[in-house]
């Protein structure tokens, strides 16, 4: 079994030693026996702390290969004009290729698990199981962009628990009301009970979609879903920009995890979330990036600390501290999407990161959590590990040149069809 000593490694301020055996912290302590660490690798950690991995609520991974594509536009036009007839390009190849290229990106910048919504879903599940990240896999129902024949095939992909293994699990994703209908999005909220899955969608967005709704069914898209039976502790919704005193209540009360993608949101003009009164409101609130082609990147740390900006202007300088912005992006996260994991305690699973306390951004360190929430960059991160793995070490994946060089010909190929 594998077993690995992170000797001499900060920890909540206090340096100790932590033992991973097999796939979870072992043990945390500063007094380690000999019988503890008999057959260990140990790896030496002065001068690094340890920190809980990123777990990205919510992307579009293959999408890397649209980074800087049809930039500085609405969502709307964004979208029809541009992003779907760029992705009807695509095919499994390509998608595999852009996953992988997203797969190294979230590992050097410090993310262990992503919620994918997109095509080719097993081409996606390949890259995650080769690299060793987690995911949520998503089969994307969306009746103007899948045909009915592939519909039930995604229902069934989904029954077959096709790829599922204890890092990989498949999540049902209608892909938001304005694409699923009312009888696609009951159907879809009665399945995710029947078998004991995840349920995601883009939720309230924009302004757009939210008058839509009413001015379709009368009622806020939150109120639509709850209609529909949709709403559950099962449910997580990416977005959330636009939620009423009612969509928030309704959303607490059914325990909905909101995924909230600020830099998307500011990029795509769809609007700032009301985190304060979500918070005032006792919502589960987690953190995810959207897609490269409106991020443009996969950087949890630097949604963060947006996001911890963007509640101050909303809310007041003490809204959303460093620690509870951090929480967000970390166990929040993990929670959400059932991983047992997003702290550093022994039992939990071995996935976390670890920063390099000489990195310039990180100097002096009044505040680590300050530091990190405002202060670094993913040049921070030294080593990234998962599942007691470690997928990083020395800023280094195994892999990436190729990867690198494989994503830049692709696209180009794309670009010139």
């Known amino acids: 079994m594998n077993k690995i000593l992170l000797k001499s490694v900060i920890l909540n301020k206090v340096c100790t030693n932590i033992?991973?055996?097999?796939?979870?912290?072992?043990?945390?302590?500063?007094?380690?026996?000999?019988?503890?660490?008999?057959?260990a690798e140990v790896v030496d950690c002065s001068n690094f702390t340890v920190l809980p991995a990123f777990y990205n609520g919510h992307?579009?991974?293959?999408?890397?290969?649209?980074?800087?594509?049809?930039?500085?536009?609405?969502?709307?036009?964004?979208?029809?004009?541009?992003?779907?007839?760029?992705?009807?390009?695509?095919?499994?190849?390509?998608?595999?290729?852009g996953s992988r290229l997203a797969a190294l990106e979230m590992i050097k910048s410090g993310t262990v698990f992503f919620n994918d919504m997109y095509w080719h879903r097993e081409r996606t599940i390949k890259v995650v199981d080769e690299m060793g990240l987690r995911a949520s896999i998503g089969t994307t129902m969306a009746e103007n962009l899948v045909s009915p024949e592939k519909l039930e095939a995604n229902?069934?992909?989904?029954?077959?628990?096709?790829?599922?293994?204890?890092?990989?699990?498949?999540?049902?994703?209608?892909?938001?009301?304005?694409?699923?209908?009312?009888?696609?999005?009951?159907?879809?909220a009665k399945f995710v009970e029947d078998e004991d899955v995840l349920l995601h969608t883009h939720l309230s967005e924009t302004r757009f979609e939210v008058e839509s709704c009413q001015k379709e069914h009368g009622c806020s898209p939150v109120e639509w879903l709850d209609k529909c039976g949709a709403l559950s502790p099962r449910l997580s919704a990416a977005h959330c920009v636009h939620l009423s005193e009612n969509d928030m209540k309704l959303m607490t009360s059914a325990r909905v995890t909101a995924v909230l993608n600020p830099c998307s949101n500011l990029k795509l003009n769809s609007g700032i979330p009301n985190i304060p009164?979500?918070?005032?409101?006792?919502?589960?609130?987690?953190?995810?990036?959207?897609?490269?082609?409106?991020?443009?990147?996969?950087?949890?740390?630097?949604?963060?600390?947006?996001?911890?900006?963007?509640?101050?202007?909303?809310?007041?300088?003490?809204?959303?501290?460093?620690?509870?912005a951090l929480r967000m992006a970390t166990r929040a996260g993990a929670e959400a999407?059932?991983?047992?994991?997003?702290?550093?305690?022994?039992?939990?699973?071995?996935?976390?990161?670890?920063?390099?306390?000489?990195?310039?951004?990180?100097?002096?360190?009044?505040?680590?959590?300050?530091?990190?929430?405002?202060?670094?960059?993913?040049?921070?991160?030294?080593?990234?590990?998962?599942?007691?793995?470690?997928?990083?070490?020395?800023?280094?994946?195994?892999?990436?040149?190729?990867i690198l060089k494989d994503a830049e010909a692709c696209a180009k190929r794309l670009a010139a069809k």
């Open 337 to 402: 999407f059932g991983i047992d994991a997003g702290v550093i305690e022994e039992g939990k699973l071995a996935d976390c990161i670890l920063i390099d306390m000489n990195n310039e951004r990180m100097v002096p360190c009044h505040d680590l959590v300050s530091n990190w929430v405002y202060s670094a960059d993913s040049s921070c991160i030294d080593s990234v590990m998962c599942n007691g793995r470690f997928l990083m070490r020395g800023r280094h994946v195994d892999g990436e040149e190729e």
């Open 59 to 97: 992307t579009h991974a293959a999408m890397t290969l649209l980074r800087g594509y049809a930039d500085d536009l609405p969502l709307q036009p964004w979208l029809e004009n541009y992003v779907w007839p760029f992705e009807a390009k695509m095919g499994p190849d390509e998608i595999e290729i």
């Open 155 to 188: 229902f069934k992909f989904i029954h077959d628990r096709y790829g599922v293994n204890d890092r990989i699990q498949l999540t049902m994703m209608p892909h938001a009301i304005y694409t699923a209908g009312e009888a696609l999005l009951k159907r879809c």
């Open 19 to 39: 033992l991973v055996v097999g796939n979870r912290f072992s043990k945390i302590s500063d007094n380690m026996s000999s019988e503890d660490v008999a057959g």
């Open 277 to 324: 009164a979500m918070l005032n409101a006792g919502m589960k609130l987690a953190l995810g990036t959207d897609g490269t082609s409106s991020n443009n990147n996969l950087d949890m740390r630097e949604e963060m600390k947006t996001l911890a900006l963007l509640a101050k202007v909303v809310g007041s300088a003490d809204t959303l501290s460093a620690n509870e």
